[in-house]
């Protein structure tokens, strides 16, 4: 039996009008609608609903109807043996259901949903016709929907790949043969203060530095599995652990590389933290401990060493007998004071002096370090340069402890320029800019530096680099312990164009205090 033109010619057009719904809202929703009230008017039905399957919650809702004044989203159990749409999603083909007439929505190996269609007392077409009318339209009505379905689906899966892509933290480009971008996630365009849509077919290196360009072009830059090559990239803006994965195709062709750039910037400031931590530890550890055992040698020798200088003076001055040896014993003097000095150096690193803290101003006790060093100075022709930042806070401390903490650096300034054999200058300068709440003190000379396998030790008690009888290992160590005993810290390092640069940073009193 050959269906009436009509119905034909509904057939044929109804995958254009079914199209035309979807793209027209981009909504299945929509689409099943606009069909369910065409066929309705067509064929003189009271009622058209399109019934889709929800396989996860085993239930159909009612997705659109003829009946403008039924809402859909209705939901019914697949299983309920009462209900039209769910005894039609069950059936072969279309076929009457007590007065309803329903198709079953198949798809490949799936069961899509159910049309009913109900209202049939005066349709406009026999019942044969009607049924083979529904029959056919199930059929092209599945195909519409599982097409609609996937092409959801995949759309979703993109989505879904690009909000993952663009959640990554890490900077992401993808890099063809050319070394053009032709992707990058959200974190990479970001940092580069680009938007994504510019940055494509523009070349990696216009956003990286030289060496992360020479990296990437690299014949074997360091593979994934090796957790990648920290480099520090100034374009960037930090620094970061780079990756580079080949780009194989569908025919297993290498057509370009993926970039990831994991920023380790807070990772490594936090790493050099946790060494200085580690360093100042250690050192302290290292006074503690040589201090109980210092302490009381120092105490046992200093009674007898402040004994024989004494009776050492009054021969000198008060003995005619020695008169002729008064030169030797001048020497054993100056020998024996040298010892107290020692011993006097051993209590202030051992902390046997009492330290009284006062509100000061550090640029005053360096001028007093300066002064006591001006004559010295002036014989060995030494220029002293000085930067002195203005108001800079005061600090919680010793004067007499800091101002000899001052003079162990000066001191050794003083020898590092007259031992380097070139220009003889001293450069001194005080601020607070690089580290807020501090009073930070710079002491460079233009010596030959320090050597690399000497900086680790250059505080470490007794040990020195000078002749014997010139030093004896302990003013830096001291200096270490008073700069530390204030709550500041103290480094040593080499100036690019040569030369030891000493820096001192001091809390300030409110900082203290707070």
């Not at 006097?344 to 006790?365: C, E």
């Not at 302990?474 to 040569?498: F, K, M, R, W």
Request: glycine share 8%; hydrophobic share 40%; charged share 25%.
């Amino acid at each position: 039996m050959s269906l009436d033109p009509s119905l034909h010619e509904a057939l044929r057009d109804l995958p254009l009008l079914f199209s035309r719904g979807v793209s027209a809202s981009l909504s299945l929703a929509t689409a099943l609608q606009t069909v369910a009230r065409q066929i309705c008017d067509l064929i003189g039905a009271r009622r058209v609903d399109m019934w889709v399957h929800d396989r996860r919650a085993r239930e159909l809702e009612l997705t659109a109807t003829s009946d403008p004044s039924a809402a859909p989203g209705g939901r019914l159990s697949t299983d309920d043996p009462t209900h039209p749409a769910s005894r039609g999603l069950r059936a072969e083909r279309a076929q009457f259901v007590e007065a309803d007439l329903v198709a079953p929505l198949r798809g490949w190996r799936r069961a899509l949903g159910t049309v009913v269609i109900a209202g049939l007392e005066n349709a406009r077409f026999d019942r044969e016709q009607i049924i083979e009318f529904a029959d056919e339209l199930g059929r092209q009505l599945s195909v519409g929907i599982e097409n609609v379905q996937l092409l959801d689906e995949v759309l979703r899966q993109r989505r879904l790949l690009e909000d993952t892509f663009n959640s990554l933290v890490d900077l992401v480009a993808v890099i063809d043969r050319e070394l053009r971008i032709v992707q990058t996630n959200e974190a990479f365009a970001a940092r580069v203060r680009v938007p994504r849509a510019d940055l494509m077919q523009r070349g990696i290196a216009e956003f990286v530095t030289p060496e992360t360009a020479a990296w990437i072009t690299s014949p074997d830059p360091a593979p994934a599995t090796t957790g990648g090559s920290p480099i520090d990239d100034a374009r960037l803006g930090g620094t970061f652990l780079l990756t580079a994965t080949p780009l194989i195709n569908q025919e297993g062709h290498t057509v370009g590389q993926v970039l990831v750039a994991r920023d380790i910037t807070r990772q490594t400031r936090l790493e050099a933290e946790r060494a200085a931590l580690r360093e100042r530890l250690a050192q302290s550890e290292k006074l503690a401990s040589l201090g109980q055992f210092v302490a009381g040698i120092a105490h046992e020798m200093n009674n007898p060493l402040q004994g024989v200088l004494g009776h050492l003076e009054l021969l000198i001055q008060m003995t005619e007998a020695a008169r002729p040896v008064r030169r030797e014993l001048k020497q054993i003097y100056q020998d024996a004071d040298r010892a107290a000095k020692i011993v006097r150096n051993l209590l202030v690193f051992t902390g046997s002096r009492r330290m009284t803290r006062k509100r000061l101003q550090v640029d005053r006790v360096l001028t007093r370090a300066l002064a006591s060093r001006r004559a010295s100075l002036q014989r060995a022709n030494i220029e002293v340069t000085r930067r002195q930042a203005p108001e800079l806070p005061p600090v919680l401390g010793d004067s007499l402890l800091l101002q000899q903490a001052l003079l162990n650096i000066l001191i050794n300034a003083e020898h590092a320029v007259i031992d380097g054999g070139g220009e003889r200058r001293i450069d001194l300068a005080s601020s607070t800019d690089d580290s807020p709440g501090h009073v930070s003190l710079t002491v460079r000379d233009t010596g030959p530096g320090i050597p690399p396998d000497v900086l680790p030790r250059i505080f470490d008690p007794f040990f020195t680099t000078k002749e014997v009888g010139r030093g004896t290992g302990l003013g830096l160590a001291i200096t270490y312990g008073i700069v530390q005993e204030h709550g500041g810290t103290i480094t040593a390092s080499n100036a690019l164009d040569g030369g030891a640069v000493f820096r001192l940073d001091l809390p300030s009193a409110e900082l203290v205090v707070k």
